[in-house]
């Protein structure tokens, strides 16, 4: 009745021309009982019911004694943090730590495709440095120079075996650094820091040591230790000194890299590759193989490569070491290389270590060719200077050598040296070994009065 009343007054007010329109416009009221027999009316009853229900049902829990704030905590946090544990159970169960560590895959695909048998890997992978040597490695001969003989000892080291308990007892120098140090492509004792070790060993050098401890005692040799893994860059060394620092105690350390750090593999860097977490409250993040996983399959995505073929990325990240892909980024810049080092140089001046840093040849600079290593030679001689450390450059003996220097690098490389060319490495390095002996010698005479 309402709404024909307006309608009427409507007509009076707009005269005739409206009233056809308006007339179609009118609604029959049902009755009550039409209306709730049909199925709008049944939806109608149904939803009052229902939300008589629900009224009903809050009014009887809002009678009820609330939970404290701290209970209400503990309610809401337990249940996810069970689904956050479930989840991390989960991702242990079916993702591996190699699946984490896309460096560590990258190298294992890298050396394969350089001739090693699959199956037969020289590392295990590792979280502070994506990858380090396993233990006790001795490929069979037939192998060849390359993939053969004896890799590392009971302590990951590319050394005759050495005792940690003596460590605070004797000289030692520890050879810190890549694939030249590890001396890739010659047998285990014509890699320079164990042919080092073999003329110190003949010369007789013996002399009075004082141990860390104050004590004097004397020292048939001195112990080197060949700590070069293959693949490292600078930040990888940076990110294991201190473990070894601290288990060795070396007098002198000996660091070589730059020769893997402008190697392209992909769209980042190594420390991107790593990501850590640097504040303490939240470290602990770093051992949720969850995140790591998440984070390996976000860089995984990021990946900058020209093919999305993997059988093929080996090939194009070996050809980058000789002629870089400027798509790919290095895996550490020039910038960080040079902070890596300095920070290595006070990693070791913070356990009385000595240092000498190492500037290592390319065979294409020695035959006037372009190559990349150039700048990174150019920082660590600048580090040196800077930090005032010790630096054996080792591009004059080879470029004065001549046509000797140049094939003295193996065949297909411009990096490795053969034993000759190691030999020629270990004699650059005595003579800082033995004046750091001598001095310490001077040190220990009053101490022995």
């Given at each position: ?447 022995a009065d």
């Open positions: 009745m309402v709404r024909l009343n307006r309608v009427s007054k409507f007509r009076t007010q707009n005269g005739h021309t409206r009233i056809d329109l308006i007339s179609t416009e009118r609604v029959s009221i049902l009755s009550t009982s039409r209306f709730l027999d049909s199925f709008p009316g049944r939806f109608f009853l149904a939803t009052f019911r229902l939300t008589k229900l629900c009224m009903d049902a809050s009014t009887t829990i809002a009678r009820r004694p609330r939970l404290s704030f701290g209970k209400r905590c503990v309610f809401a946090v337990v249940p996810v943090f069970v689904l956050l544990m479930l989840v991390e159970f989960a991702v242990r169960c079916f993702v591996s730590e190699s699946t984490v560590a896309k460096r560590f895959e990258q190298i294992e695909q890298i050396i394969v495709f350089l001739g090693n048998e699959p199956g037969q890997s020289l590392f295990d992978p590792d979280p502070a440095c994506f990858w380090r040597l396993k233990p006790n490695v001795v490929a069979p001969a037939e192998r060849g120079n390359w993939w053969g003989g004896v890799m590392s000892n009971s302590q990951r080291m590319r050394s005759r075996e050495v005792s940690v308990s003596e460590a605070h007892d004797h000289l030692r120098v520890l050879c810190m650094g890549d694939s030249t140090t590890f001396a890739f492509g010659v047998d285990f004792a014509d890699a320079w820091p164990n042919q080092l070790q073999a003329m110190l060993d003949d010369v007789g050098h013996v002399s009075n040591v004082p141990v860390r401890s104050g004590h004097v005692e004397n020292v048939p040799h001195v112990e080197v230790l060949n700590a070069g893994i293959p693949g490292h860059t600078s930040y990888q060394g940076r990110q294991r000194l201190a473990a070894d620092l601290e288990k060795w105690h070396p007098h002198l350390t000996v660091i070589t890299f730059g020769n893997n750090d402008g190697w392209r593999w992909d769209g980042l860097a190594d420390k991107e590759h790593a990501l850590p977490t640097v504040h303490r409250a939240t470290a602990w993040l770093n051992h949720s193989r969850t995140l790591s996983w998440l984070r390996s399959s976000r860089m995984q995505s990021a990946r900058n490569q020209e093919t999305q073929d993997e059988s093929r990325w080996a090939e194009q990240a070996t050809w980058n070491y000789f002629d870089p892909n400027t798509n790919w980024t290095p895996r550490v810049s020039l910038d960080d290389f040079a902070d890596n080092l300095h920070a290595m140089i006070d990693q070791c001046r913070q356990h009385d270590s000595e240092v000498v840093l190492i500037v290592w040849p390319d065979q294409r600079q020695l035959l006037h060719q372009p190559t990349w290593r150039l700048p990174y030679q150019a920082a660590t001689r600048q580090v040196a200077e800077e930090a005032g450390v010790a630096c054996v450059d080792l591009v004059p003996p080879f470029e004065s050598s001549g046509r000797w220097g140049v094939d003295r690098f193996l065949p297909r490389d411009v990096i490795h040296v053969d034993r000759a060319g190691n030999r020629l490495v270990a004699n650059a390095i005595a003579p800082h070994v033995c004046r750091l002996s001598r001095s310490i010698s001077r040190l220990a005479a009053p101490l």
